[in-house]
């Protein structure tokens, strides 16, 4: 049987013909090599956060804060890392985050992350605010699993349109993402008077869209332009939004849907009230809310409250294999990743992509292994410690 973990035998097999991987398999080392790749903007917007970035930094340590308890003597001679999430079948418990603007990382933007999704079965969480429509990256994405990510705008009429878009091209769960209705204070974006959308960028999904057409006179052009931002920016969030209009989604989105950016265990109990069938534990990588509690310290509650009412799923600060135990360890039934892919994206494009969720899973794999465990529902606290 084949496993994810193949991938370490392929890398060392290629040395014998002097070859070796074209980006480190120690993920951490990426950001420092986008670094270098990147304009300062572009680097600046993904790898910033919130206000001096404390909540970002308190991410990843809240990993250090766990350490994984190793058993022996187990069997583990076959493992088996799939699970179904949200009705998606997946190879691992490992997801692609909505990213948006991705076309500022590398010139194929989403269409590199959907083909290198494709090609590895992960599940791609296409963002409202990508680079190329919906419908582009579905085609790039062929057969491959794809879930849709809402930035629930204004007009009710262009959000049933978005939705409708979606499930027309193959995306088959909604993820609605609470806590970015509007952008919080990033002082490495500001610091470079930097916002993407200013420049056209993250807005296909929007100039693409019948409803906002409709708006605007017509497609967007040089004609019409300035009056076409301008609807975008009164569109893009809304900060009046309620729990009681979740029903409004629930009426006209027949899928799973699940809630991101769920900090508080009350907040998940109202999702799961409110019909949701999912919430995604995450503080949107420390870039909303500064000083804001770490999603790690977040999930256990969460999931607590949950129960099996729901699924929980979590990212902010995965960066490994290893991140992605511990936090399913902790209850999440799979992890997000964004910036880690963000940055294969943007020095290898689609291959750079790969190369990460090949790098993560088969990681995933050979430390479940090696801590006695071969499939992700035997995981559980008695396998961590706190330190
Ligand atoms: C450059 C960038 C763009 C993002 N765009 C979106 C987005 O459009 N929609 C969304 O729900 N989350 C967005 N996120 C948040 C991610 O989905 C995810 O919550 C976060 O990156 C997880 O933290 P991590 O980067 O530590 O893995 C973005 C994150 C980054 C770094
Ligand atoms: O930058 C982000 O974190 C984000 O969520 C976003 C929001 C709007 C457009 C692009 C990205």
Known sequence: MSSLADFQNEIYLSGLADVVPDLPTDLTKLE?????????????????????????????????????????????????????VLGTAMPAPVVLAPVGVQSIFHPEGELATARAAASTGVTMVLSTAASNTMEDVAEANGSGPRWYQLYWPKDREMAVSFLERAKASGYTALVVTLDTFTLAWRPRDLDQAYLPFLRGIGVANFYSDPVFQKAVGGPVTEA???????????????????????????????????????????????????????????????????????SLDALPGIVEAVGDRAEVLFDSGIRTGADAAKALALGAKAVLVGRAYTYGLALGGEAGVRHVLRCLQAELELTLMLAGVTRPSELGAEFLTRV
């Open 32 to 84: 420092e090599l986008a670094e270098q790749k990147l304009s300062a903007a572009s680097y600046g917007y993904v790898a910033g956060a919130a206000g001096s970035e404390t909540t970002a930094r308190a991410n990843l340590e809240a990993f250090e804060r766990w350490r994984i308890v190793p058993r022996m003597l187990r069997d583990v001679a076959e493992r088996d890392l799939s699970v179904e």
């Open 224 to 294: 019409n332009k300035d009056a076409a931002l301008m609807h975008w920016v009164a569109n893009f969030g809304n900060p009046s939004l309620t729990w009681d209009d979740l029903a409004f989604l629930r009426e006209h989105w027949d899928g799973p849907i699940a809630l991101k950016g769920i900090q508080h265990p009350d907040d998940a109990r109202k999702a799961v009230d409110a019909g949701m069938d999912g919430v995604i534990v995450s503080n949107h990588g420390g870039r909303q809310v500064d000083g804001a509690v770490a």
